[in-house]
């Protein structure tokens, strides 16, 4: 294997994708076969400057470059070799959020993120214009909010687009976007495969009045679906990613897409009857559908996979970061008591022992709200942990609540799905840190959806991983063959991972957990109102 991979980065055979995460940027070289072969990565932080979350232009090149710094590192250490030239290059990010450029290329205000949830105003009045859910992280809504806001800033626009589309820009000089990642800024039309021509309109016409010089369609980045020309490496993109000047210009790079879409690709779901859950830091769930829903819903997302199809998406802004914090104390106390620490073994005692409790967790609630969460109506959050006298408090009912609140949200929105619009579904997929304890976050996800949910192996790759597929996708299928085919032929060749049937135990203390989880909500919104 190592000789094998070796030659074919050698032979400028290996595929990058780079994907910029909440926490994490990270970058897969992946051979011929499209497995991965070598990594890279960086850890930044968001950060919150006038009430907005950001992250700094320098702290995207700085983060990217020193995530390639870090693979060329480990590909020399393991192959003895340089990184010369690859077949192609892939670039996803988080999916929405703003950023918004002026003809002389340069950033109007900081990168507004998804995890935004200032545009309430916005999402609401385009939502009624367009009789369609509109978001309060989409594009659209950051765009429309800084124009009733009367910022300054709007009037100069010249381009606006996503995370992934600005660094695809910058190195490849097109700005355009793939159809996963536009149709978190604007709604698209399934028939034509472009942003809704109706809802251009309608926008362009509610906002004549402010007398721009621009219009939605001069400023938006081009549309495309997966496998489609979206330019190449450029000489000055080339030394954007890699400052030791190794790296050399003209490679294909793929359209750019979020990280909904390249988690769809990660784990096969990208066939209508799949989907995903995604469950780290946020958490979503992603539905491929047959056809449209009977009508707009305030907590479903439409989006598209990478090729087009129709998508309902529940986002939501918290899920495994509350969890984290109390998995942090118990290893804080392990420290204190002069014990070795290990990670793994005391998320994997927690997570398992959470089992053993009462399928109702005993009572005990918990909202992991580090951020707002729109999906049950609050533009702020507090982490707040709620118990009476008489529940039933142990460790594993406590670990078990936690566990339970990591998904929630995400429980609220897809009993909409499976429940009202009576949607069917033949495999979801897991992936994230949720379920990197083997069945635990699979057992408590197939319990609160009331689904079977499989693993895979190659799930743990992530978005950096669906990027460069869709790489591959673009220079290696040979066939011709559907993005569908594609990844069941030549990726996943009949893989469909673990799956976790659920219990009728465990479905029964869900839905009695989420109903006292609903009715305490006025409890969380009273920690917003007075704990500041």
Request: glycine content about 10%.
């Amino acid at each position: 294997m190592s000789l094998n991979a070796k030659s074919t980065i050698e032979n400028g055979k290996a595929i990058l994708g780079i994907e910029f995460g909440s926490t994490r940027i990270k970058a897969v070289l992946i051979d011929e076969e499209n497995k991965p072969i070598a990594q890279g990565s960086h850890t930044w932080e968001n950060q919150l400057e006038n009430g907005l979350w950001t992250y700094s232009i320098d702290a995207i090149w700085n983060g990217v470059q020193d995530c390639y710094s870090d693979l060329r590192a480990n590909v020399k250490k393991e192959y003895g070799i340089e990184i010369e030239n690859l077949a192609a290059i892939g670039v996803s990010a988080m999916m929405h959020g703003y950023m918004a450029f002026n003809d002389k290329e340069e950033i109007l205000v900081p990168f507004r993120t998804w995890r935004n949830t200032n545009t309430g105003k916005a999402a609401a009045e385009l939502s009624e214009l367009f009789v369609y859910n509109i978001p309060l992280r989409w594009s659209i809504s950051h765009l429309y909010q800084a124009i009733l806001n009367k910022e300054e800033h709007v009037k100069d626009i010249t381009f606006l687009t996503t995370l992934a589309g600005y660094v695809h820009w910058q190195i490849t000089g097109e700005k355009v976007l793939g159809i996963g990642d536009a149709s978190g800024m604007l709604p698209i039309d399934p028939e034509t495969k472009n942003y809704s021509a109706e809802m251009v309109n309608k926008f362009n016409n509610l906002i004549k009045p402010y007398g721009f010089s621009w219009t939605l369609e001069d400023i938006l980045p081009k549309v495309l679906l997966a496998g489609e020309n979206a330019g190449c490496l450029t000489e000055k993109g080339a030394k954007k990613l890699d400052v030791s000047g190794h790296l050399k210009a003209g490679v294909p790079v793929c359209p750019p897409e979020g990280d909904a879409g390249t988690g769809m690709v990660a784990t096969n779901a990208v066939k209508q009857r799949t989907g995903n859950v995604s469950a780290g830091t946020s958490s979503f769930s992603m539905i491929v559908l047959e056809k449209d829903l009977s009508k707009p819903y305030e907590m479903i997302d439409m989006v598209t996979t990478p090729d087009g199809s129709l998508v309902a998406m529940v986002h939501c802004n918290n899920c495994t970061s509350d969890l984290n914090a109390w998995v942090n104390l118990f290893k804080e106390y392990q420290e204190l008591m002069g014990m070795p620490v290990d990670m793994d073994e005391i998320f994997g005692k927690l997570y398992n022992n959470a089992l053993t409790g009462d399928a109702d967790c005993g009572g005990l609630i918990s909202y992991n709200y580090f951020s707002g969460e729109p999906v049950t109506g609050l533009a702020e959050g507090r982490p707040l942990f709620i118990r009476t006298a008489g529940d039933k408090f142990n460790l594993a009912n406590f670990m078990r609540a936690h566990l339970y609140a990591s998904v929630g949200v995400l429980k609220i929105g897809n009993d909409i799905l499976f429940n009202e619009e009576k949607i069917k579904v033949d495999r979801i997929t897991g992936h994230g840190g949720l379920f990197r304890t083997k069945g635990v976050g699979q057992r408590v996800l197939a319990a609160a959806i009331n689904s079977p949910i499989s693993v895979m192996e190659t799930a743990g790759e992530g978005g950096a991983w669906g990027i460069a597929l869709l790489g591959s996708y673009l220079v290696n299928n040979d066939k011709k063959q559907s993005l569908s085919d594609f990844l069941d032929e030549k990726v996943f060749a009949g893989n469909t991972g673990t799956e976790v049937a659920p219990t009728a135990e465990d479905v029964a203390g869900f839905n009695k957990y989420i109903e006292e989880y609903k009715a305490c909500i006025p409890v969380e919104e009273a920690a917003v109102k007075y704990k500041k």
